[in-house]
Each structure stands twice: as C-alpha cells, then as structure tokens.
Nanobody, 126 residues
C-alpha cells in the first residue's frame, strides 16, 4: 500500500527538541520533494521545510531557520525534521507531503502533493 506516515510529535517544554519522521511505503522518497507544513488553530497553514528530490537541496521558512533541520535517509526511505529551541508558537499539527510534479519544494504550501501523511501533533508548553 502506498502511503506516507508522519510520526514523532508530542508534548515538549519550551526550549526543548523533537524529531519528526516521515516514512514512505510503496514508493521511493528520493524521487520526490518532501515538505513539512504545519497548521495551528486560528493560524494560516505554514510551510516550514523541504528537501528536494535527487540532490536534496533544502528550504526553510524564516520562522524556523537555524532551529530546524531536515534530512533524508535514503537507506530507510524516511525524511526527518529535527526541531530545536521550540517555542509555544511552534505548536500545531505537522504534516509531511511528497510531490514529484510541481516546481522545487512547492509541496510546502500543502496545496499540491502526490501523497501526504495524516499529521502529527506538536505541543510546546510548560
């Protein structure tokens, strides 16, 4: 079955870290741009990070640059989002998506994708 499974969310204190995973089943992640976007109640959906197909060029939103890192593990067919120095503003539902048809990392918009996960909840609170 072809699917994308995103996991790793949870409750973390401000200043803490989490690692989210986006695992692909039935297709090869390397052939797709893989992006993460997040959605919080009352806020606009925000594309935060992406790793492009092939050479793996990366994109980060300004809000997470220098705090988050995305990397692709081809051996495990998984993309990871390492999140550090988390703040309450980082809380939300984090969703990963895969796209092989649109321009580079358009997938972070959450509007165009071939596959997407169900999302994993991140809550940053004391």
């Amino acid at each position: 079955q072809v699917q994308l499974v995103d996991t790793g969310g949870g409750l973390v204190q401000p200043g803490g870290s989490l690692r989210l995973s986006c695992a692909a089943y039935g297709f090869t992640l390397r052939s797709y741009d893989i992006g993460w976007f997040r959605q919080a109640p009352g806020k606009r959906r925000e594309g935060i990070a992406c790793v492009g197909s092939g050479d793996g060029a990366t994109y980060y939103a300004d809000s997470v640059k220098d705090r988050f890192a995305i990397n692709r593990d081809d051996a495990n067919n998984t993309v990871y989002l390492h999140m550090n120095h988390l703040t309450p503003e980082d809380s939300g539902l984090y969703v990963c998506a895969a796209d092989a048809r649109s321009p580079w990392c358009t997938v972070v918009s959450g509007q165009q994708y071939d596959y997407r996960g169900r999302g994993t909840q991140v809550t940053v609170s004391a």
